[in-house]
């Protein structure tokens, strides 16, 4: 569901974790124009009914809400030390 | 499925008919006589050809797709859908109005310019303006409109001021009329409380500033205490304060941006005084000025002369024309209408009202959804989905629930510095009852994000399209439509 680069793998596996925070990837939703729907890989606490995904050693949440934008479509996080973590997913969307 | 659920083009049947034409009593002639062969069709048109009966349901059966105040509640912040009444109508359909064309000599179209310049009288009244342009045709022409005239203004005065101050709540027009009118913009932050930063604000006025945009109440529903300091502040380093005043429906008849130190004030007549909108048009977006701004309003303006209204083209300074004739005339006529109906005391009593649901909605809500400021609030407020986030549902879920009950959702992630924003503006015109029913709803939906979200996550269930996979039309956008589909 989630794919993970090398990179991205080994930063994850180099991070110790404080109480309950894990990584997520998280559709993000703003206003303005129209709605747009981007992805943000973040760190921060459960969510009620997040899925988690397993993946080379990583445990990565979604919620619902994102889960739903995912099915059929699954992102790529990926890490560079110029732009940190990212996730990549080609369904990003906006209505302008 | 019944035909009148198609496509007119679907139903069409060579050879029907909705009409019978007399027999022609003229010779025809053959259309390559009088044409060039080049722009004659090659095939025919395709038109449907359909009965009367099925042109009506058609019609009629696609009107009933439509969602607007006149269906239901329609609580969307910052657009004020308040209730249009067809009084309005009435006078915007008059044949004395309806019938007559712009460039018609004055003398001839004297009751349409009477209400134009009693409507512009009326304008600058309610706004403390000492003089008002009726010919934006639209909020944000309105602040294009009344930028320019600061920039003439400076530019009289030998300056060249290049910045423009937005709030970071502003409506998302105020910069991008600054940037049209060729200025630069500057965001001053937002407080805790949701207020202009006054401090921030002070650092960032200086000599380069043509004027500061603000909307009173703002965005948030909040209105600006310090406004009298802070239109000081920009006074004093020669700026000019701008008005959006496209939601007046908290102040009418309480107090005026004129008393609040603003120089220049657009209003939106197609929200807060009644013409029905929603689907990009026509507006009106009249603008006020104070006597120094004068000379710089558009022309041609209309004057009065003795006991005749006329036009004057005649003023060196003006910005000149920003519309072709003069404004949406219709759109005029019903302002006025609504304003001369309500008469002072009833305006007065239309902004009482406005506040009063907002703040009965706020308070009836804000123990389900967070609310951010939780304070007194005027026509409209802001709710933040931010505890349903944390269920994992979000505000744009809560918004298509909120169609299987019946209602138009609420703005939403809007204003941007709002978290999961939801954004609602009872307006005046509902009753209690409504207000209520709909709360309940909200309520219904805040539990059952507790205690059944994939019911709010799969919303809507019950519209004619249910939830739209948004992420294929994103990737396979079907943008023709095509009979097989
Ligand atoms: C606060 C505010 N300013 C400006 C505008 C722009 O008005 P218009 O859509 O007529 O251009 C709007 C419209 O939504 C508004 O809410």
Not at chain 2, 72 to 101: Q, W
Not at chain 2, 245 to 257: D, E, F, Y
Not at chain 2, 435 to 464: G, K, R, Y
Request: proline residues 6%; glycine residues 8%.
């Amino acid at each position: 569901m989630i794919h993970i680069t090398k990179e991205a793998q080994q930063k994850l596996s180099s991070i110790e974790w404080q109480d309950g925070v894990l990584p997520r990837v998280d559709a993000n939703v703003t206003g303005g124009c129209g709605l747009t729907i981007n992805y943000l890989f973040i760190f921060d606490q459960a969510r009620k009914n997040d899925t988690i995904y397993h993946s080379h050693g990583v445990s990565i949440r979604v919620d619902p809400f994102t889960k739903r934008y995912l099915e059929g479509n699954p992102p790529t996080v990926d890490y560079s030390d110029t732009d940190g973590f990212q996730v990549i997913n080609e369904v990003e969307f906006d209505s302008c | 499925m019944a035909d009148y659920h198609q496509l007119i083009f679907e139903i069409s049947q060579s050879g029907r008919t909705g009409a019978d034409l007399p027999e022609s009593d003229v010779d025809p002639i053959e259309l390559d006589e009088k044409f060039p062969k080049h722009l004659l069709r090659e095939t025919p048109a395709e038109l449907p050809e359909v009965s009367e009966l099925q042109l009506v349901r058609h019609y009629t059966a696609l009107s009933h797709k439509n969602y607007g105040v006149d269906n239901g509640f329609y609580p969307l912040g910052s657009c004020t859908m308040k209730y249009n009444p067809k009084i309005n109508e009435d006078v915007a359909r008059l044949e004395g109005f309806s019938r007559i064309h712009p460039y018609q000599p004055a003398e001839t179209v004297q009751g349409a310019l009477q209400l134009l310049y009693e409507l512009q009288e009326d304008l600058a009244a309610i706004s403390g303006m000492d003089a008002v342009t009726l010919q934006p045709s639209a909020g944000a022409q309105g602040e294009w409109t009344g930028l320019m005239i600061a920039k003439n203004y400076h530019q009289q005065n030998g300056e060249n001021r290049s910045k423009v101050l937005v709030p970071d709540s502003a409506h998302g027009t105020n910069p991008a009329s600054a940037a049209v009118a060729g200025f630069d913009t500057v965001t001053i932050p937002s407080n805790e409380n949701g207020l202009v930063d006054l401090e921030a604000l002070k650092k960032r006025v200086d000599q380069d500033t043509a004027a500061l945009m603000l909307t009173n109440p703002n965005t948030l529903g909040l209105f600006e205490k310090d406004i009298v300091e802070i239109a000081e502040v920009v006074h004093e380093a020669g700026g000019l304060l701008y008005y959006d005043g496209a939601n007046a429906n908290a102040i009418l008849g309480k107090t005026t941006p004129g008393k609040m130190g603003f120089d220049i004030v657009h209003l939106n007549l197609h929200k807060t005084f009644t013409t029905p909108h929603g689907g990009g048009g026509p507006g009106a977006g009249p603008v006020g000025v104070t006597k120094e701004l004068i000379p710089f309003l558009p022309v041609p303006r209309i004057e009065k002369d003795g006991d005749n209204y006329i036009w004057n083209d005649d003023e060196p300074l003006s910005i000149g024309r920003v519309k072709g004739y003069y404004g949406n005339f219709g759109i005029l006529a019903r302002a006025y209408t609504y304003i001369r109906t309500m008469g002072p005391e009833g305006l007065r009593q239309v902004s009482e009202s406005a506040v009063l649901h907002a703040n009965y909605l706020r308070k009836r809500l804000e123990t389900h959804y967070e609310s951010p400021y939780a304070q007194f609030c005027k026509h409209e407020f802001v709710l933040s989905g931010s505890k349903q986030k944390k269920l994992g549902v979000r505000t744009m879920n809560i918004a298509k629930r909120l169609l299987d009950f019946g209602y138009h959702p609420p703005t939403i992630y809007f204003p941007l510095n709002v978290e999961e924003c939801l954004m609602i503006e009872p307006t005046e015109t509902e009753t209690k009852e409504t207000l209520d029913a709909f709360a309940d709803s909200m309520i219904q939906i805040a539990n059952e994000v507790e205690e059944d979200p994939d019911i709010v996550l799969d919303a809507p269930h019950t519209t004619v399209v249910g939830r739209l996979d948004e992420t294929k039309a994103a990737r396979k956008p079907v943008l023709r439509y095509t009979k097989s589909v």
